[in-house]
Structures are given as structure tokens and as C-alpha cells.
């Protein structure tokens, strides 16, 4: 095990076949009882990350799916709750990898194919990773496994376009482990991107965006650790954005209904933190903007079903 962890760690191109070769080996040892049921778990463990990881990076399909084979077998067997859920998270990092090789595939096969149209081709295991990066995140093993998933689970979801989404998970990853800051690194830059738009509440997003700059800077080593050198100098390159707008409207701190709102984000406006504005109603919510065919007689129905919603809403 330690032999190939280096040689996996050199990049080595005999990496991929001698760990498919050695976790044929453990499944023959653990067959003649030469291994304990953990012991072989954790091997596997071993050999899924580095056939993950190795696969990853050089967009091999045939060791990423060996890697994720390899996490699947430990986990039909039944591992002890920590080592289950980094085995799951394997998986769900697995199935990630796969997408970007399914992605590379597709772009090959079809140049200026839409982003778009790749992620409905790939939304079953799309659907799948988030699934497994979701179950892990929200779960009760260590914070720093949570964590991790959880900001995975924010990569994903931006990727697909819901940055709403995302955002929620970057939280919940940074309340899981504050000290994750790669998770902060990207919630900064999906907010600076967002407040790059000029839509929505750029004021807002720019406020929040260097909060979690600084939170990024000031973990650095942690975000080395997570994702690498690489990464981290991208979160170092993030200017301040000088921003004066409200991080979060908080709204009466002695009302607990407006409270409960602001709480789980039921408010239904733009703002990502807080009630969006003083206002009571807090629906500042609106579409920004729809593209139609021009011989289109009505009115696209969006409009009809936001008025709908808002007004389900305010007597909600």
C-alpha cells in the first residue's frame, strides 16, 4: 500500500494497473482469511482514492470506474460509520470524475456543444453525485469529511447553473468546518461573479463576497491541504472588493416569526442572507429577464406562474 501511494503520488503510469492488480489481491486475501474485514476496508479506501484521484487527472475512465468499484465493495460489505462515509464520499468524488470525462467526450464528439445540453446528457449521474456528496455532508461523521463534501456539493450545483443552491451548501460546509477554506474560496467567487452581473443585489453579493475572501485568505494552508497549491493561489488572487452594501438584512432581532424567516431562507427576494430589504413583505423576488420567439402572442406563462407564486406566498 505505501509502495504504490508513492508511485501514485509520482504519477507514474504503471500506478493504475498494479493498484487494479493489488485490489484483486486483497479480495483474494480476505477470501482466505489473510486479512480482517476492516483491514480490507481500509485498503480498499486506499485504493479507491488513488484510482479516483489518478483517474481524475489524467480524464481515465477505466480507473476512475475501478476506483469507484473499489469504494462500492467496502461499502456493500459494511465498514465502521467514519470509514463508510469517506468510502461514499469516494464514490460521489468518483462519479464527479466521470462527468468531466463524459463532458471531454461529448465536446470532442460535438464541438460548441452548449454546457447546458452536457449536463441534461448527464443528469442521472449528475443527480447521483450530488445524492451521494449531499447524504455524506448532512450526516454525523467527522466535521472535516462534512465539509469537504459539502463544498463539492456547491462545485456541482454551480456548475449546473444553481447558485442559489450552491451558496447553501458553502455555508453549510463552512458551519460543518470552519477552517475549510477552499469552501469559502469558491462561495467568494461564485458572489464576485454573481455581483459582476450588475443583476440581482450586487451591493449585497460584493459584502458577502469579501467576507468569505478574507475567511479563504485566512485558511490558506487548510485550502493547500484540500485542493493544492494551485487553488489556493487562485483564492490569493480575489481582490477586496471595497464594497459598502448590507451583508444581511436581520430584520426585528425580538420578532421571532421575522426570525424564523431569515432562519431558513424563506424570504422570497434576491439577497442570500437575511430578509433582501426593511420592507415587511420581503418578496422582492423577480425574473430578470426572458427570451420569447417573436411571433409569441401571449405573454410567457413564467410571468404568470411568479405572480401566482407571490401572491401564495404573501398569504402563506
Known sequence: ????????????????????????????????????????????????SLLINLGDERLNRDAIESGIRCAQ??????????????????????????????????????????????????RELLRLLRR????????VVHQHVRGMALCNLGNELDHSGRWVEAYQ?????????????????????MLRNRAARGRGLPGHYAALYDRYRE???KYRD??????????????DALPP??????????????????QWIKRHRLALTL????????????????IEGVTVPIEEPDPPRIFTSMNVLKAEYLVA
Do not use: M
Request: aromatic share 6%.
Open 169 to 189: 451548501a458553502y455555508v453549510d460546509a463552512l458551519a460543518a468546518d470552519p477552517t475549510n477554506g477552499n469552501a469559502a474560496g469558491n462561495a467568494a467567487e
Open 73 to 122: 465493495d467496502a461499502v456493500e460489505r459494511g465498514s465502521e460509520p467514519l470509514l463508510a462515509q469517506q468510502l461514499q464520499y469516494n464514490v460521489a468524488n468518483g462519479r464527479s470524475s466521470l462527468h468531466k470525462v463524459n463532458a471531454r467526450d461529448w465536446k470532442a464528439a460535438g464541438p460548441g456543444l452548449p454546457p447546458g445540453l452536457i449536463t441534461l446528457r448527464d
Open 215 to 217: 475567511q479563504a485568505l
Open 132 to 139: 451521494g456528496f449531499s447524504d455524506v455532508g448532512y450526516s
Open 241 to 258: 472588493s471595497g464594497s459598502q452594501g448590507h451583508v444581511s438584512h436581520e430584520g426585528d432581532p425580538l420578532d421571532s416569526y421575522q
Open 271 to 286: 439577497a442570500v442572507e437575511g430578509l433582501g430589504s426593511d420592507d415587511l413583505r420581503w418578496d422582492s423576488a423577480l
Open 222 to 235: 487548510r485550502t493547500v491541504e484540500l485542493a493544492g497549491e494551485e487553488v489556493a493561489k487562485r483564492w
Open 1 to 48: 500500500r505505501d509502495a504504490l501511494s508513492r508511485i501514485s503520488g509520482r504519477g507514474d503510469t504503471a500506478a493504475i494497473a498494479l493498484l487494479n492488480a493489488f485490489t484483486t489481491a486483497l479480495d483474494t486475501a480476505l477470501e482466505a482469511g489473510e486479512l480482517t474485514g476492516s483491514s480490507w476496508a481500509q485498503l480498499k479506501f486506499t485504493c479507491s
